[in-house]
Protein backbone atom coordinates (compact mmCIF):
# COMPACT_ATOMS: atom_id res chain seq x y z
CA UNK A 1 0.00 0.00 0.00
CA UNK A 2 1.02 3.17 -0.77
CA UNK A 3 -0.23 6.79 -0.12
CA UNK A 4 -1.89 8.35 -1.84
CA UNK A 5 -3.57 5.86 -3.45
CA UNK A 6 -4.16 7.29 -7.00
CA UNK A 7 -5.88 3.95 -8.70
CA UNK A 8 -9.36 5.00 -7.92
CA UNK A 9 -9.89 8.55 -8.25
CA UNK A 10 -9.17 9.17 -11.86
CA UNK A 11 -12.18 9.15 -15.13
CA UNK A 12 -11.23 6.36 -17.80
CA UNK A 13 -12.96 6.57 -20.96
CA UNK A 14 -13.45 3.12 -23.13
CA UNK A 15 -14.47 2.28 -26.69
CA UNK A 16 -15.30 -0.98 -27.80
CA UNK A 17 -16.69 -3.03 -31.09
CA UNK A 18 -19.05 -6.03 -31.55
CA UNK A 19 -19.61 -8.20 -34.01
CA UNK A 20 -22.37 -11.30 -34.45
CA UNK A 21 -21.29 -14.16 -35.58
CA UNK A 22 -25.25 -15.07 -35.90
CA UNK A 23 -28.02 -13.04 -36.59
CA UNK A 24 -30.99 -12.65 -34.37
CA UNK A 25 -34.86 -11.64 -33.67
CA UNK A 26 -35.78 -9.39 -30.65
CA UNK A 27 -39.60 -10.06 -30.86
CA UNK A 28 -41.88 -7.37 -30.78
CA UNK A 29 -43.03 -6.44 -27.41
CA UNK A 30 -46.72 -5.76 -27.50
CA UNK A 31 -46.97 -3.43 -24.70
CA UNK A 32 -44.72 -0.80 -23.97
CA UNK A 33 -43.45 -0.63 -20.01
CA UNK A 34 -42.92 2.70 -19.40
CA UNK A 35 -41.42 3.32 -15.73
CA UNK A 36 -43.22 5.29 -13.49
CA UNK A 37 -41.53 8.30 -12.35
CA UNK A 38 -40.97 8.36 -8.42
CA UNK A 39 -42.02 11.68 -6.88
CA UNK A 40 -38.99 14.04 -6.27
CA UNK A 41 -37.10 12.24 -3.57
CA UNK A 42 -34.98 14.05 -0.43
CA UNK A 43 -33.35 12.67 2.22
CA UNK A 44 -31.47 14.19 5.29
CA UNK A 45 -28.65 12.19 6.51
CA UNK A 46 -26.55 12.40 9.29
CA UNK A 47 -22.99 10.72 9.41
CA UNK A 48 -20.35 9.78 11.34
CA UNK A 49 -16.42 9.28 11.12
CA UNK A 50 -13.34 8.39 12.89
CA UNK A 51 -9.78 9.55 11.44
CA UNK A 52 -6.47 9.27 12.30
CA UNK A 53 -4.24 12.89 12.26
CA UNK A 54 -1.06 11.30 11.24
CA UNK A 55 0.51 15.09 12.03
CA UNK A 56 -0.61 14.86 16.31
CA UNK A 57 -1.41 10.55 16.26
CA UNK A 58 -4.97 10.93 17.71
CA UNK A 59 -8.16 9.93 16.06
CA UNK A 60 -10.44 12.93 15.36
CA UNK A 61 -14.03 12.86 15.02
CA UNK A 62 -16.28 14.17 11.66
CA UNK A 63 -19.10 14.69 12.21
CA UNK A 64 -21.87 15.82 9.25
CA UNK A 65 -25.00 16.43 7.99
CA UNK A 66 -26.01 16.21 4.38
CA UNK A 67 -29.37 17.24 2.55
CA UNK A 68 -29.86 15.81 -0.59
CA UNK A 69 -32.58 16.03 -3.81
CA UNK A 70 -33.05 13.35 -6.35
CA UNK A 71 -34.57 13.96 -9.05
CA UNK A 72 -35.19 10.42 -10.99
CA UNK A 73 -34.81 10.80 -15.07
CA UNK A 74 -34.86 7.47 -16.19
CA UNK A 75 -36.02 4.07 -14.57
CA UNK A 76 -32.66 3.47 -13.19
CA UNK A 77 -30.68 6.82 -13.38
CA UNK A 78 -31.17 9.95 -11.51
CA UNK A 79 -29.61 13.72 -10.66
CA UNK A 80 -28.72 14.72 -7.28
CA UNK A 81 -28.29 18.26 -5.70
CA UNK A 82 -27.82 18.87 -1.98
CA UNK A 83 -25.76 20.32 0.54
CA UNK A 84 -22.83 19.37 3.31
CA UNK A 85 -22.26 20.63 6.58
CA UNK A 86 -19.10 19.01 8.35
CA UNK A 87 -17.41 19.35 11.46
CA UNK A 88 -13.77 17.77 12.66
CA UNK A 89 -13.04 17.38 15.90
CA UNK A 90 -9.46 18.79 15.31
CA UNK A 91 -7.37 18.52 18.60
CA UNK A 92 -4.96 21.01 16.88
CA UNK A 93 -6.81 23.72 15.47
CA UNK A 94 -7.87 26.60 17.98
CA UNK A 95 -11.31 28.20 16.00
CA UNK A 96 -13.58 26.04 15.58
CA UNK A 97 -14.39 27.97 12.24
CA UNK A 98 -11.35 26.38 11.34
CA UNK A 99 -13.10 22.86 12.01
CA UNK A 100 -16.31 23.21 10.24
CA UNK A 101 -16.59 22.49 6.06
CA UNK A 102 -19.36 24.09 3.92
CA UNK A 103 -20.65 23.14 0.53
CA UNK A 104 -22.96 22.49 -2.10
CA UNK A 105 -22.48 19.74 -4.65
CA UNK A 106 -24.33 18.05 -7.79
CA UNK A 107 -24.14 14.59 -8.92
CA UNK A 108 -25.67 11.45 -10.32
CA UNK A 109 -27.10 8.46 -9.04
CA UNK A 110 -28.45 4.95 -10.23
CA UNK A 111 -31.18 2.73 -8.31
CA UNK A 112 -30.47 -0.70 -8.01
CA UNK A 113 -33.68 -2.20 -6.41
CA UNK A 114 -33.80 -0.17 -2.45
CA UNK A 115 -29.51 0.24 -3.51
CA UNK A 116 -28.42 3.59 -4.35
CA UNK A 117 -24.99 4.35 -5.62
CA UNK A 118 -24.12 8.14 -6.09
CA UNK A 119 -21.28 10.16 -7.24
CA UNK A 120 -21.11 14.04 -6.46
CA UNK A 121 -18.45 16.78 -6.91
CA UNK A 122 -18.91 19.78 -4.59
CA UNK A 123 -17.40 23.22 -4.01
CA UNK A 124 -16.59 24.57 -0.39
CA UNK A 125 -17.57 27.38 0.61
CA UNK A 126 -16.55 27.45 4.28
CA UNK A 127 -13.54 24.88 4.19
CA UNK A 128 -11.91 23.26 7.29
CA UNK A 129 -8.28 24.50 7.91
CA UNK A 130 -6.93 20.54 7.00
CA UNK A 131 -8.64 20.47 3.47
CA UNK A 132 -6.51 20.60 0.69
CA UNK A 133 -8.45 22.26 -1.89
CA UNK A 134 -12.18 24.05 -2.30
CA UNK A 135 -13.21 21.04 -5.08
CA UNK A 136 -14.42 17.44 -3.50
CA UNK A 137 -15.74 14.51 -4.40
CA UNK A 138 -18.32 11.95 -3.12
CA UNK A 139 -19.30 8.43 -3.56
CA UNK A 140 -21.74 6.92 -1.46
CA UNK A 141 -23.60 3.75 -1.33
CA UNK A 142 -26.95 3.45 0.32
CA UNK A 143 -30.03 1.29 1.22
CA UNK A 144 -33.63 2.20 1.71
CA UNK A 145 -35.03 0.80 4.71
CA UNK A 146 -38.68 0.74 4.63
CA UNK A 147 -40.25 3.65 3.32
CA UNK A 148 -38.61 6.65 5.51
CA UNK A 149 -34.89 5.19 6.08
CA UNK A 150 -31.91 4.97 4.55
CA UNK A 151 -28.45 3.88 5.74
CA UNK A 152 -25.34 3.92 4.07
CA UNK A 153 -21.31 4.75 3.75
CA UNK A 154 -19.93 7.37 1.74
CA UNK A 155 -16.18 7.96 0.79
CA UNK A 156 -15.10 11.59 0.98
CA UNK A 157 -12.15 12.61 -1.79
CA UNK A 158 -9.91 15.88 -2.01
CA UNK A 159 -8.19 15.97 -5.57
CA UNK A 160 -6.45 12.34 -5.54
CA UNK A 161 -6.51 11.47 -1.97
CA UNK A 162 -9.54 9.43 0.11
CA UNK A 163 -10.13 11.52 2.83
CA UNK A 164 -12.48 9.32 4.93
CA UNK A 165 -15.09 7.04 5.26
CA UNK A 166 -18.40 7.96 6.85
CA UNK A 167 -21.03 6.02 7.92
CA UNK A 168 -25.05 7.43 7.43
CA UNK A 169 -28.21 7.39 8.58
CA UNK A 170 -31.17 8.90 7.66
CA UNK A 171 -34.69 10.25 6.87
CA UNK A 172 -36.33 10.13 3.62
CA UNK A 173 -39.36 12.18 2.83
Same mark, same amino acid.
Given at each position: ????????????????? /???? &? !?? !?? !???? %????????? *????????????? &?????? %? /????????? *??????? %? %????????? /?? #??????????? #????????????????????? #?? =???????????????????????????????? &????? =???? &????? #??????
Amino acid at each position: MKQPNLGINYTAYGLGV /EYLL &D !KY !KV !KPIN %TVNIYRKKV *KRMALLLGYSQKK &DTLVTK %T /ENIFSIMIN *KSFQISR %T %TGLTLGGLL /EY #QDAKNVENVKY #QIGIGPYIGNEFFIGNVRFGQ #QL =GIYVLRRKKVPNLLFQNYYLRYLLKEHWVIGA &DLKVH =GIEA &DYILV #QLGVVF
